[in-house]
């Protein structure tokens, strides 16, 4: 079975730190692409950092600078580094391996991980 397994989101104050991790099993883990989304209530799903089987990283623009975005192909692990928390990054955030022909929504997701920050 495909599984993918968030872990790493709490409660933090504005101007805060957190990292995501993300543990992948049942895929062939380094020719995907992952990719970090989140959902904040009444809001639609949004990416918000992806990266290549080859290390190569896309961000939104409302992260971009903030986040970073990196994968241990050995652990089969992604993270997502969030610094400079603001309270609009409260949101559920997903892991998401994206199917390659299809994308994201016909691929695999985890449970989420609710990340709520302060002001």
């Known amino acids: ?3 993918l ?4 989101g709490g409660l933090v104050q504005a101007g805060g730190s957190l990292r995501l991790t993300c543990a992948a099993s049942g895929i062939i883990f380094r020719i995907y692409t992952m990719g970090w989304y989140r959902q904040a209530p009444g809001k ?3 990416l918000v950092a992806s990266i290549t089987s080859d290390g190569n990283t896309n961000y ?3 992260v971009k600078g903030r986040f ?4 241990d192909n050995a652990k089969n692990t992604v993270y997502l580094v969030m610094n ?15 199917h390659p022909w299809f994308g994201a929504k016909s691929g695999y997701w985890g449970q ?6 302060s002001s």
């Open 1 to 3: 079975q495909v599984q």
């Open 5 to 8: 397994v968030e872990s790493g």
């Open 44 to 46: 639609q799903r949004e």
């Open 60 to 62: 939104a623009d409302s």
């Open 68 to 71: 970073t975005i990196s994968r």
């Open 84 to 98: 400079s928390l603001k309270p609009e990054d409260t949101a559920v955030y997903y892991c998401n391996a994206p």
């Open 112 to 117: 989420g991980t609710q990340v709520t920050v």
